[in-house]
C-alpha cells in the first residue's frame, strides 16, 4: 500500500490546513489509521488516529483544534487543522495499519506545515 500525503504548506497563526492521504488501495481494511509530525531531531510523534470503527483519539495538544476522518469509499484520511500555532509547525506524516499475521504498517511521505506568528 502506498500513501501519499499533501496539504502542507504556509500559513498563518490561527489558520488553517486541511491534510490529505491518499491510499494506493482499499483503506476499509485498515484497522488503524494516523497522522503524526516530526519536530528536527526529534522523533515522530502521534497528532490523531482513528480507528476502523470511527473512534478517534487525539494528543492534548491539538484537542479542539484538529480533526481526523476517514472515507473508506474515496480511499482518503483527512486531517482538518484550525486554530493553527507557530508550534503547530512540522514535517506532518500519514499511517496506516493492518493488525493482521503478519503485521502490516504503511507510512506516506511527510507534508511539511509551516505556521508563522
Known amino acids: 500500500v502506498q500513501l501519499q500525503a499533501s496539504g502542507g504548506g504556509p500559513v498563518q497563526a490561527g489558520g488553517s490546513l486541511r491534510l490529505s492521504c491518499a491510499a494506493s488501495?482499499?483503506?476499509?481494511?485498515?484497522?488503524?489509521m494516523g497522522w503524526y509530525r516530526q519536530y528536527p531531531g526529534k522523533q515522530r510523534d502521534l497528532v490523531a488516529a482513528i480507528q476502523d470503527d470511527g473512534a478517534t483519539n487525539y494528543d492534548d495538544s491539538v484537542k479542539g483544534r484538529f480533526t481526523i476522518s476517514r472515507d473508506n469509499a474515496r480511499n482518503t484520511m483527512t486531517l482538518q487543522m484550525n486554530s493553527l500555532k507557530p508550534e503547530d509547525t512540522a514535517v506532518y506524516y500519514c499511517?496506516?495499519?493492518?493488525?493482521?499475521?503478519?503485521?502490516?504498517?504503511?507510512w506516506g511521505q511527510g507534508t511539511l506545515v509551516t505556521v508563522s506568528s
Open positions: 488501495e482499499e483503506i476499509s481494511s485498515m484497522n488503524y
Open positions: 499511517n496506516a495499519r493492518r493488525f493482521t499475521i503478519p503485521y502490516q504498517n504503511y
